[in-house]
């Protein structure tokens, strides 16, 4: 008997300890775990693409995707212009890739920048979220009385392979909330110091 109640508590206390690693430390590990495996739950082709800003930080606008440039680390070195032959370009850490000619419509004006995939160029966006959610039982929002049960971090990265063989990715990490009510939110919580734009490859 008094070893039946010696296992049955050492099972109970391996449940109480697996389940506050997974409430504490349920954001690192699935980060440890976005390493090798997510779920893809879209792929779509790039229609056009345009950046709104000063050259430094501001929005790229994929399809009709916003996705922010702003808060990226500084090894990135990142910056949007246009270049000498009029086209829309992105330069990261001495690195340049060029999406294509500017269109020639009265957008690309002042803090506006437009173009549109050139023929032969592969290009997609893809969204993908983790494979592990992670519980949040002590987040409260005292002000709309709703608070998420649940969040994951969802991914959305460009793919963007030119006929010329030059070649972009980029990716954005956000959290996306669950609420019982209504399902998983619109993916684009930040986390100061964890979310944005994370990388960005400008294979030579």
């Known amino acids: 008997m008094r070893k039946s109640l010696i296992t049955l508590a050492m099972v109970v206390g391996c449940v109480v300890a697996a389940a506050a690693i997974w409430i504490f430390g349920g954001r690192q590990l699935s980060l440890l775990v976005d390493r090798y495996w ?31 440039l702003n808060d990226v680390p500084k090894s990135m070195s990142l910056s949007v212009g246009s270049t000498k032959d009029n086209q829309f370009a992105l330069a990261s850490s001495g690195k340049v890739f060029a999406f294509g000619l500017l269109t020639s419509t009265a957008e690309n004006t002042g803090d506006r920048l437009a173009t549109v995939p050139p023929v032969g160029d592969q290009a997609f966006v893809v969204t993908r ?16 009385g ?49 979310t944005g734009l994370i990388r960005v490859e400008i294979p030579k």
């Open 146 to 194: 709703q608070s998420p049960s649940w969040k994951r971090h969802i991914y959305y990265e460009i793919r963007w392979k030119k006929a010329s063989g030059a070649d972009l990715q980029m990716l954005w990490r956000y959290e996306q909330f669950f609420y019982p009510e209504n399902g998983w939110a619109s993916g684009f919580m930040t986390r100061q110091g964890a």
């Open 38 to 68: 997510t779920v893809e739950t879209a792929s779509l082709p790039i229609h056009s693409i345009a950046y709104e800003g000063n050259g430094t930080g501001g929005i790229l606008i994929v399809n009709k995707l916003s996705l922010s």
């Open 129 to 144: 979220h983790s494979v592990l959610s992670w519980p949040t039982p002590f987040d409260l929002n005292f002000m709309t």
